[in-house]
Each structure stands twice: as structure tokens, then as C-alpha cells.
């Protein structure tokens, strides 16, 4: 048989089709011709196989190499037969059936058992020979599927050979695809200009629901940034049209015509593979999704039957030995966190991707920031707790932290806030807070207030009675400060100079003014009596007696620019 007999014929009638069809079209009929056929088989790379005495080959020896006709894999030889390696098989197999097929029979494909194999048989004739070593293995597929899908490709592969050799049917094929191409062309034309509309409408309405989202006054998406998201938004979807739309233009053209019907397949298989693969996956995690699910209810239940619990207890209406109003607000914190913190462990296995290298990157990542920035945060964290559940500090007590002075008017996780009565607010880490002397002036006192005291130095030969009775005296007349419990003067020291005087007396808090405003009034009040009665206050040092007593008149009280409380109320 001459050399013209070794494959197909070529496709008449191919060079009109392929005047009104575009590249895709004139690259599925060209193939039918001579070179096509001829085209070197791909193989995958192994070792170089050596022909057995028996004919078979060990697992080192297993070549794959693709039978191919007509751009459709038939079979696959993987082990040489009779000392004939898969690439001389492949080769002289691709010979025999273009001879079969060339003799224009019916085609009937059937397959016959062998000692060797299985035959297939097309008209009577021996055309491929599969053998035990030529199975799948990495699949477990058996001699007699590969056989069965070996029949069935080559069925195909003579099916569309006729169909190659039919003219009217190649320019039905050619019409198709041109229909196709341009449908496809006027659909991406319609994207393009729909375009525009569709940004300036997704504008409108983005712009109508963020229109109330401000934050100090301030819109937080401006008209030119929505304008912006709606356009990329519109991109991104038109896009993905065009390739969708593409995507099956070429599935379509593809198989219309029979060389390229395998590439058509092929695309479908892929776009179905993609839907199936996700479909599958979102069937797959449903169950473990509705078990993490159920566990977040659970969780959410749970601090839901406890906060009735500790809002009782806040309010003051109850209280458990170890839990009071000063400590609940912590405790409900720590519980809420270890409740949902339990949960999110519990239901982490059964979310969706938990066992991907995303998430365990994810988990690296969280690892990593708290082991580098952890150590700070939670000891700030424990010196908070600390001082809640220690009952160092309580919300509303007076207190002086190192040179801070204030009321407690929050206590956080990690810091906490004193107010001053100067108008500031400071916010103190609680790490500095427990690491320091904590003065509470509120604690001591007998009922609700808190303590204000002062010192001052006379000299000795002042009496120490009249003194303490002049500051008894000036704390009387202070606004804010309580008769009782009564004001004390207490020696702290009696130094080189002079003795030294504290007076110690107790506000209430329900006055319009804060301690430091109250002890400035005990301070004017101080230097008022002390005039009154001649007595000069020798702070800060004595050094020596002076020439006239160092006090001031009470004719000069309210000297130029003071005025006197009549005056300044008139």
C-alpha cells in the first residue's frame, strides 16, 4: 500500500469553509490534511523502556505513550508487546487503522478476548492489541475498561472521520460558527455600551445607601470614590461576561467541526469541572458548616442566659460571694471571651478551607503577632484584672498615683482613667498603675466623700493649741467639707525650724465642685484665719526672726485689683 493509503483522506471543501469562518474555524478543518495526521505522538517522560522476553516490563520500564488519531487520544500503550516498545506500537497501530479506514467499511468496532490481551476489531480486522501491562494502575482501572473506552474513543475517531469527508456538512459546520462569532461579537458590543449606564445607575444607588454613613460629620464615601468602586465593580462584571461569552464561543465552534471537537470537550469538561468542583465543595461543607454553626448558637446562648446574671448583679440587686458590682463588669468580659474563644476552637475543624494552607498560614501569622507583640498586651491585661478583682481601685474613688490626682472614672483591660479637677483626663496604663503607691483618698472615709488634707509649718513659739484650733477653724468655713465626721490636725513632724502641721477632713462628693477646688477654698480659708489672729505661717524655711510680723492686715485683704465678694456680686 503506497504512502497516500497510510492515513484519512483530506477534507474536501475545507479551504471555502474556512473563508467565512474566523481562526478557530480554519484551524478545526486544516488539520485534516496529511501533515495533521502524521504529527510526532507525545509521550511522557520515563526511564527508556527494554523489551522483556516475555513481553511485559517492570514498573522502571512503564512509558506512556498516547495513541492519537484525528486529534483524539484512543488509548495509551504502556509496556512493550513481543519486544515492541510503546513508540513502535503507537506508530504501527496509527498505520493499521488509517488503512481501515481508508478502505471505507462499515466501522463496526467489537473486541475479542486474547491470551495476550484483548483485541479491537473494526470490520473483522485486528486493530489495536491491549494488553494486562497497558492498564491504568494509578486509577485501578481493569483490562476490560481500558478496553471498553479504547472502543468507544475509536468509535468516535471513525465517526468523525466520515464526518470530515461530508462537504455539506463542513459548510453547515463553517455557518454555525459564523452565526456564533457573531452573535458573540454583538453581545460583547452590548456589554461595552451598557457599560456606562450601568456604572452611573450602581452609582446612584451606592451613593442613596452610603448618603447616611458619616462619622463626626464627615461623609465617609465621597461622591468621586463611589463613582470610583461602582466603575471597578462594572469593569470586573463585564469582563467576566466577555470571557464567559468567549469561553463558550469556543466550546461551540470547537465542536462543530470533527478535529477540533476534543478541544470543545475538553473546554466544556473544564467549565463543568470548575461548577462541579465548587458545587461539590459547597454540598460537601454544608454539614460541617451547620455543625460550627450550631456551636456559635450554642456559645451565643450561652452569654445570653448569663447576662440577665451579671446585670442583676451590676445593678446592685444581688450579689454572689465571689462575684460583686465592683468585679462583674470584668468577669462578663472574661466569660463572654472564653465562651466564644471555646467555641471558635471547637468549631474551627468543621469550617469550610479550615484544613487548607491558607488557614494554616493565617494561623501562623496570628501566632507569630502574638508571641511578638503579646507579652506587653497581656500584662497589661493581667495588671487590669488585677486591680478589678483585687479591689484596689473602684469607679468614683478619689486617688493619687505617683504625681497624678483624680477621680477613677474608668477602668479598662489595659488602662485606666483619672480625672482631675484641673479639667484633664489622664489615662495611666495599668502596668505603671500597679507598680506604684496608690493613695485612695476615698476608701477610709465614713460614708460616701473622700479626704482632703494639708500641711503647714508655724514656728515654735506659736502654741501648738491655737493652731490646730485656727485650722479647725478654716476648715469650718470651707464649702464641701463635713462637720462629721470633724476635722483633725495631726503633728507629722517637729523639725529643726518649726512643727509641722496636717489637717486631715472629709468632703462629700455631692457638691458642684471637685477636690481640688475644694482644697483651694480650705487654702484661702487657711491664710484668712491665720490673719485674722497675727500668726504668720513660716513655710518654706525660718531663717530668722524679721522686723514686723509677716501677715497681712485685714483692711488690705481685698487690695487693688481684688475686690470684695459684695463688690464683685454688686
Known amino acids: 500500500m503506497n504512502a497516500g493509503r497510510d492515513r484519512p483522506r483530506r477534507c474536501p471543501g475545507a479551504a471555502g469553509a474556512a473563508l467565512v469562518v474566523l481562526a478557530a474555524s480554519l484551524a478545526a478543518i486544516s488539520p485534516c490534511s496529511r501533515a495533521a495526521e502524521t504529527a510526532a505522538p507525545a509521550s511522557t517522560p520515563a526511564q527508556p523502556s527494554t523489551p522483556s522476553p516475555a513481553g511485559g516490563g517492570t514498573a522502571e520500564e512503564r512509558t506512556e505513550v498516547p495513541l492519537r488519531l484525528f486529534n483524539r487520544t484512543i488509548t495509551v500503550f504502556r509496556a512493550p508487546f513481543l519486544g515492541v516498545t510503546p513508540e513502535d506500537r503507537a506508530a504501527r497501530t496509527r498505520r493499521t487503522l488509517a488503512e481501515i479506514l481508508d478502505k471505507?467499511?462499515?466501522?463496526?468496532?467489537?473486541?475479542?478476548?486474547?491470551?495476550?490481551?484483548?483485541?479491537?476489531?473494526?470490520?473483522?480486522?485486528?486493530a489495536i492489541i491491549i494488553t494486562p501491562q497497558d492498564t491504568d494502575r494509578l486509577r485501578n482501572q481493569?483490562?476490560?475498561?481500558?478496553?471498553?473506552?479504547?472502543?468507544?474513543?475509536l468509535e468516535k475517531v471513525?465517526?468523525?472521520?466520515?464526518?470530515?469527508?461530508?462537504?455539506?456538512?463542513l459548510l453547515r459546520s463553517a455557518a454555525a460558527a459564523s452565526v456564533a462569532t457573531a452573535i458573540l461579537a454583538f453581545a460583547i458590543w452590548v456589554i461595552w455600551r451598557a457599560r456606562g449606564w450601568l456604572v452611573r445607575g450602581l452609582a446612584g444607588l451606592l451613593q442613596r445607601r452610603t448618603a447616611a454613613l458619616e462619622v463626626a460629620g464627615a461623609r465617609l464615601l465621597k461622591a468621586e470614590r463611589v463613582y470610583g468602586v461602582a466603575s471597578l465593580l462594572v469593569r470586573g462584571l463585564s469582563w467576566l461576561l466577555v470571557l464567559l461569552f468567549t469561553d463558550r464561543w469556543l466550546s461551540y465552534v470547537f465542536n462543530q467541526f470533527p478535529y477540533t471537537r476534543p478541544w470543545g470537550e475538553g473546554l466544556d469538561d473544564f467549565l463543568l469541572g470548575t461548577v462541579r468542583n465548587i458545587a461539590g465543595g459547597i454540598v460537601k461543607s454544608v454539614p460541617d458548616l451547620v455543625v460550627a454553626v450550631v456551636i456559635f448558637l450554642l456559645a451565643r446562648g450561652v452569654v445570653a442566659i448569663l447576662g440577665p446574671i451579671f446585670d442583676h448583679i451590676e445593678a446592685g440587686r444581688g450579689?454572689?460571694?465571689?462575684?460583686?458590682?465592683?468585679?462583674?463588669r470584668p468577669t462578663r468580659?472574661?466569660?463572654?471571651?472564653?465562651?466564644?474563644?471555646?467555641?471558635?476552637?471547637?468549631?474551627?475543624?468543621?469550617?469550610?478551607?479550615?484544613?487548607?494552607?491558607a488557614f494554616k498560614g493565617m494561623s501562623v501569622l496570628i501566632g507569630l503577632v502574638i508571641t511578638v507583640g503579646g507579652s506587653s498586651v497581656f500584662g497589661q491585661a493581667a495588671s487590669g484584672l488585677i486591680l478589678m478583682y483585687s479591689r484596689t481601685l473602684r469607679?468614683?474613688?478619689?486617688?493619687?498615683?505617683?504625681?497624678?490626682?483624680?477621680?477613677?472614672?474608668?477602668?479598662?483591660?489595659?488602662?485606666t482613667r483619672i480625672r482631675t479637677g484641673l479639667g484633664e483626663e489622664l489615662t495611666l496604663p495599668n502596668g505603671m498603675v500597679l507598680g506604684t503607691v496608690i493613695r485612695n483618698y476615698s476608701r477610709a472615709v465614713k460614708g460616701p466623700g473622700f479626704i482632703v488634707d494639708t500641711t503647714v509649718t508655724i514656728g515654735y513659739d506659736t502654741p501648738w493649741r491655737q493652731v490646730?484650733?485656727?485650722?479647725?477653724?478654716?476648715?469650718?468655713r470651707?464649702?464641701?467639707?463635713?462637720?462629721?465626721?470633724a476635722p483633725r490636725v495631726f503633728q507629722t513632724g517637729l523639725t529643726d525650724f518649726y512643727p509641722e502641721y496636717r489637717l486631715v477632713c472629709q468632703a462629700i462628693p455631692a457638691e458642684p465642685m471637685p477636690r481640688a477646688v475644694v482644697l483651694s477654698a480650705l487654702h484661702t480659708n487657711i491664710q484668712d484665719v491665720f490673719n485674722e489672729y497675727g500668726v504668720q505661717i513660716m513655710s518654706p524655711h525660718y531663717l530668722g526672726d524679721p522686723d514686723s510680723p509677716k501677715v497681712v492686715p485685714k483692711g488690705k485683704w481685698y487690695a487693688a485689683p481684688a475686690a470684695p465678694p459684695d463688690a464683685s456680686r454688686s
Not at 115 to 121: I, L, S
Request: hydrophobic share 40%; net charge negative.
Open 395 to 415: 469607679i468614683g474613688d478619689y486617688v493619687r498615683v505617683n504625681e497624678h490626682e483624680g477621680t477613677v472614672v474608668g477602668m479598662g483591660t489595659f488602662t
Open 478 to 485: 470651707t464649702p464641701g467639707i463635713l462637720a462629721d465626721p
Open 142 to 153: 481493569s483490562l476490560e475498561e481500558d478496553t471498553a473506552q479504547a472502543a468507544a474513543n
Open 158 to 169: 471513525i465517526a468523525e472521520t466520515r464526518e470530515s469527508r461530508d462537504r455539506s456538512r
Open 104 to 126: 471505507g467499511g462499515p466501522g463496526k468496532v467489537e473486541v475479542r478476548p486474547a491470551p495476550q490481551g484483548n483485541m479491537v476489531m473494526i470490520d473483522g480486522e485486528l
Open 468 to 476: 490646730e484650733a485656727m485650722l479647725v477653724e478654716a476648715a469650718k
Open 333 to 357: 468580659r472574661i466569660v463572654n471571651v472564653a465562651v466564644w474563644l471555646f467555641a471558635l476552637v471547637m468549631a474551627y475543624p468543621y469550617l469550610p478551607g479550615s484544613q487548607s494552607e
Open 319 to 328: 450579689r454572689l460571694r465571689w462575684l460583686d458590682a465592683d468585679s462583674v
